[in-house]
C-alpha cells in the first residue's frame, strides 16, 4: 500500500514537471510555445514593420529615382522663363523647338508682337536686324505638319504660332498671359510655362507700337536644360 501511495506521488510530481517545463508533445513532435502579437511587441522597441522577438527587421521604402526630362528656358533682361513640354502630345513639333534652340537659332531674336491679356510673340529670326516691316514674316525655312491636341491654351501654354495654313508652323512661338480658349485645336500647344510667368508679365506690358511691336527690342537666348522631374 505504501509503496503505491508513493508511487501515485511520483507520477503526479512528473506529471507536474513536464507541465511546467513545456514538453508535451503530439504524434512524437515537440510543441512549440505560442508567441501573441502582444508578447513580441511588449518590451521591445517597433521601427519598422515587423518585429521578431528582440530583433526588429526594419522596413525601408523604395523610392524610384527621379528621371531628368529636358526644359526650354529663355532669358531676357526682365528675367527668365522656363517651359516644360508636351512631348506626347506634340512630338514633331517639340523635336523642331529643342533642334532650334540647341542650333542657337533664337538667340538675339525677339519678341516682336506682345498683346496684354492676350500673349507674347516671338522666335522670328528676321527681328534681328532694325526693320520693323519684316518682323513676323520669318522662320526657319521649313514648315512642320499640324499636331493639334486637347490642351487648351490656358495661362502659362506655349503654343506654335503660324499662317492661315494649318501646317505653317516653323519657329515662331507664344505663350499666353491669358486663356485664350478660342485657339483650341487650332494652333498647336507643345508646352507650358513651369517659372517666370512674372517675367511673361513684364514683357507684355512694355510700350509697344501700332502693331504691337516693344519700342525696346526684347531679346532672347533660348537654351534646352535637364532637370528632375
Given at each position: 500500500m505504501?509503496?503505491?501511495?508513493?508511487?501515485a506521488?511520483y507520477t503526479?510530481?512528473l506529471?507536474f514537471v513536464?507541465a511546467?517545463?513545456?514538453?508535451?508533445?503530439?504524434?512524437g513532435q515537440?510543441?512549440?510555445p505560442v508567441?501573441?502579437?502582444?508578447?513580441?511587441?511588449q518590451g521591445t522597441e517597433?521601427v519598422g514593420?515587423?518585429?521578431q522577438?528582440?530583433?526588429?527587421?526594419?522596413?525601408e521604402?523604395?523610392?524610384?529615382?527621379k528621371?531628368p526630362e529636358?526644359?526650354a528656358?529663355?532669358d531676357?533682361?526682365f528675367?527668365q522663363?522656363?517651359?516644360?513640354f508636351?512631348e506626347n502630345?506634340?512630338?514633331?513639333h517639340?523635336q523642331?523647338?529643342k533642334?532650334?534652340?540647341?542650333?542657337?537659332?533664337y538667340?538675339d531674336?525677339?519678341?516682336?508682337r506682345v498683346?496684354p491679356?492676350f500673349?507674347?510673340?516671338?522666335?522670328?529670326?528676321?527681328t534681328r536686324d532694325?526693320?520693323?516691316?519684316?518682323?513676323g514674316l520669318g522662320g526657319p525655312?521649313?514648315?512642320v505638319?499640324a499636331e493639334?491636341n486637347?490642351r487648351?491654351?490656358?495661362?502659362?501654354i506655349?503654343?506654335?504660332a503660324?499662317?492661315?495654313?494649318?501646317?505653317?508652323a516653323?519657329?515662331?512661338?507664344?505663350i499666353?498671359?491669358a486663356?485664350?480658349?478660342?485657339?483650341?485645336?487650332q494652333?498647336?500647344v507643345?508646352?507650358e510655362?513651369i517659372?517666370g510667368?512674372?517675367?511673361?508679365?513684364?514683357?507684355?506690358?512694355?510700350?509697344?507700337d501700332?502693331?504691337h511691336?516693344?519700342?525696346?527690342k526684347?531679346?532672347?537666348?533660348?537654351?534646352?536644360?535637364?532637370i528632375?522631374?
Amino acid at each position: 500500500m505504501k509503496n503505491m501511495k508513493r508511487w501515485a506521488i511520483y507520477t503526479v510530481c512528473l506529471l507536474f514537471v513536464c507541465a511546467s517545463i513545456g514538453c508535451t508533445k503530439k504524434g512524437g513532435q515537440e510543441e512549440q510555445p505560442v508567441v501573441t502579437e502582444e508578447a513580441v511587441t511588449q518590451g521591445t522597441e517597433t521601427v519598422g514593420t515587423q518585429t521578431q522577438g528582440t530583433d526588429t527587421i526594419v522596413s525601408e521604402e523604395i523610392i524610384p529615382e527621379k528621371k531628368p526630362e529636358e526644359v526650354a528656358v529663355i532669358d531676357t533682361k526682365f528675367g527668365q522663363i522656363k517651359i516644360k513640354f508636351f512631348e506626347n502630345d506634340a512630338p514633331n513639333h517639340v523635336q523642331n523647338f529643342k533642334n532650334l534652340a540647341k542650333q542657337g537659332f533664337y538667340n538675339d531674336t525677339t519678341f516682336h508682337r506682345v498683346i496684354p491679356g492676350f500673349m507674347i510673340q516671338g522666335g522670328d529670326p528676321n527681328t534681328r536686324d532694325d526693320d520693323r516691316l519684316n518682323d513676323g514674316l520669318g522662320g526657319p525655312g521649313f514648315n512642320v505638319r499640324a499636331e493639334f491636341n486637347n490642351r487648351s491654351h490656358q495661362r502659362g501654354i506655349v503654343s506654335m504660332a503660324r499662317s492661315s495654313d494649318p501646317h505653317s508652323a516653323g519657329s515662331q512661338f507664344f505663350i499666353c498671359v491669358a486663356p485664350a480658349t478660342f485657339l483650341d485645336r487650332q494652333y498647336t500647344v507643345f508646352g507650358e510655362v513651369i517659372s517666370g510667368m512674372d517675367v511673361a508679365d513684364k514683357i507684355v506690358n512694355v510700350p509697344r507700337d501700332p502693331q504691337h511691336n516693344p519700342l525696346e527690342k526684347v531679346a532672347m537666348t533660348v537654351t534646352v536644360a535637364m532637370i528632375k522631374k
